[in-house]
């Protein structure tokens, strides 16, 4: 059973405008979660995490939002730019222990 | 650190023989971890690695799947007999996990195509 879940595999967003990305999770002991972007033939890397001790924490262009009684978490591009354009995946887990992923976003960043 | 390496890049092989996927982490992490990319279950699970034991191999798909740590330097994962549906994307990524750090890297990831 998946438990956390990008129910949009996809997204199209002109440059410059803002890409939100979201999440959902299942398990109320989720603690910690990360983004991570993937560019094609390559593996994913680290974007930004947050703790669920915030309910936001912001990377440059970068902001990630949780709302821990939806169990939803979103992640904020502004502006959008070409290289930007990437599959994005979440993943949440309880505070030290394996990451659970979800099935990822394709963002397109249109210029 | 040269990060995560895994070979081969890409394999293609025929159904019914033996498959290996190497990994070898970055130094210094102890834990490894195996993941699968596919359309429909995204980045998924099959086993992880804490100072070269197993703990957690519930996503294995099924018994033609193993996974071997032999030392904190090296791990695979081999299927045998290969099937068509195994075709995928294979990652590894390691963590120092419990040392402060607690994002993964990943290395490049194999794909894999069973013919």
């Known amino acids: 059973d998946q438990q956390v879940k990008q129910n949009s595999p996809s997204l199209s967003v002109q440059e410059g405008r803002i890409s939100i990305l979201n999440c959902d999770y299942t398990?109320?002991?989720?603690?910690?979660f990360l983004w991570y972007k993937k560019y094609p033939a390559e593996g994913p890397t680290f974007l930004i995490s947050?703790?669920?001790?915030?309910d936001k924490n912001e990377d440059g262009r970068f902001t990630v939002f949780l709302n821990k009684s939806a169990k939803h978490l979103s992640l904020h591009i502004v502006p959008s730019q070409p290289g930007d354009s990437a599959v994005y995946f979440c993943?949440?887990?309880?505070?030290?222990?394996?990451?659970?992923f979800g099935t990822g976003t394709s963002l397109t960043v249109i210029p | 650190d040269a990060g995560v390496i895994q070979s081969p890049r890409h394999e293609v092989t025929e159904m019914g023989q033996e498959v290996t996927l190497r990994c070898k982490p970055i130094?210094?992490?102890?834990?490894l971890f195996w993941y699968r990319q596919t359309m429909m279950r995204g980045l998924e699970l099959l086993i992880y690695?804490?100072?070269?034991?197993?703990?957690?191999d519930s996503g294995m798909p099924e018994d033609r799947f193993s996974a071997k740590m032999p030392n904190a330097s090296f791990s695979t994962l081999k299927i045998q007999p290969s099937e068509p549906r195994d075709s995928a994307v294979y990652f590894c990524?390691?963590?120092?996990?419990?040392?402060?750090?607690?994002?993964?890297?990943f290395g490049s990831g194999t794909r894999l195509t069973v013919v």
């Open positions: 130094s210094g992490h102890n834990s």
């Open positions: 398990n109320s002991m989720f603690d910690y």
């Open positions: 690695f804490n100072n070269n034991v197993p703990i957690d």
């Open positions: 993943a949440a887990s309880v505070y030290g222990n394996q990451f659970y």
């Open positions: 947050i703790s669920s001790i915030k």
């Open positions: 990524a390691s963590s120092p996990m419990g040392q402060g750090e607690l994002d993964y890297t």
